[in-house]
């Protein structure tokens, strides 16, 4: 009879003590959200700023409250914004960003499917070691080099020349992320390949690639992002007009005594639609990926 007491008291202190766990979970969660609900308004304000002041004349920008709605909207400066070279910024920076995404992500790919499955031992492991010291050199500490080695390579002012250093500065990183998602694939997938005749180019491409998907999709949308909004390496290694990137190309819209700060926004707005589109396609990947090496 002692022991069925003792076992019900225990039971009943398992179930207070859960009800416990479960209530402060349940005040972590209030704070949580309400965290996340202040710091979605805090980046909003300036999101709504942007979109709003975008449809307001330079008079109107002036002389009115900042966040009102306008009160004659107008598409003026969205038409400035496209009748000045528009078109011609957007596909410099699609050739950069493409041109730097796709042979930065194919080359990190395969280096980290040799980190990983190589039998190179200590080659490779020196090999690795040098990709992650790339995380440790800031591109500032590099501009000089980096601008003297184009200029020996008769590069400069060529979209050719902000797309290399974009390559080398987006492969640490990459071979980083994607390291660390093939090492978690099963090496028995592999084994059993293997076992079928499978070489390691069959192994990578059928098996491999398929499986890192979500981080190929992570390292993409990262680094697009950081090509897409670079601003130094144009600036530093180009001069034609003709080879600015959207960036620089807001400098279009800078006078010398004022600068049209609507058509200033008309260009951040046109200029956010590819990447906020790109997001939203890639999302799930995206989270997939990022969230890849918590679920493990």
Do not use: C, H
């Given at each position: ?44 304000i ?48 699609v ?26 031992g ?50 640490p ?78 400098w ?32 799930r990947?995206?989270?997939?990926g ?7």
């Amino acid at each position: 009879m002692a022991v069925v007491t003792t076992e019900a008291s225990t039971a009943a202190g398992g179930v207070r003590s859960g009800v416990s766990i479960g209530r402060r979970l349940a005040r972590m969660n209030w704070l949580g959200g309400t965290a996340g609900w202040l710091w979605l308004v805090i980046v909003l304000i300036p999101l709504y700023w942007i979109v709003v002041t975008s449809f307001k004349d330079q008079g109107e920008y002036f002389i009115q409250n900042p966040f009102a709605l306008p009160a004659d909207p107008t598409i003026a400066n969205y038409k400035l914004v496209i009748e000045s070279d528009f078109p011609r910024y957007f596909l410099n920076s699609v050739i950069v960003t493409a041109g730097t995404i796709l042979p930065a992500v194919a080359i990190s790919f395969m280096a980290a499917y040799a980190i990983v499955r190589g039998a190179g031992g200590r080659f490779l492991t020196g090999v690795n070691w040098l990709f992650l010291m790339g995380l440790a050199i800031p591109l500032q500490a590099t501009i000089i080099p980096v601008y003297l080695l184009i200029i020996r390579m008769r590069l400069y002012d060529s979209l050719l020349a902000i797309i290399l250093p974009s390559i080398a500065f987006a492969i640490p990183l990459s071979v980083l992320v994607l390291t660390n998602f093939i090492r978690d694939v099963p090496k028995e997938l592999f084994e059993s390949m293997r076992v079928d005749g499978a070489s390691e180019w069959g192994m990578l491409r059928t098996l491999a690639l398929p499986l890192t998907k979500p981080a190929l999709v992570t390292v993409s949308i990262y680094n697009g992002l950081a090509v897409w909004n670079g601003f130094l390496l144009p600036l530093i290694l180009t001069q034609s007009p003709d080879k600015r990137t959207l960036p620089l190309a807001l400098w279009t819209f800078q006078g010398q005594y004022s600068v049209n700060v609507p058509a200033v926004l008309a260009a951040v707005v046109l200029t956010t639609l590819p990447i906020v589109i790109l997001y939203a396609v890639g999302r799930r990947q995206l989270l997939s990926g990022l969230t890849a090496g918590f679920s493990r």
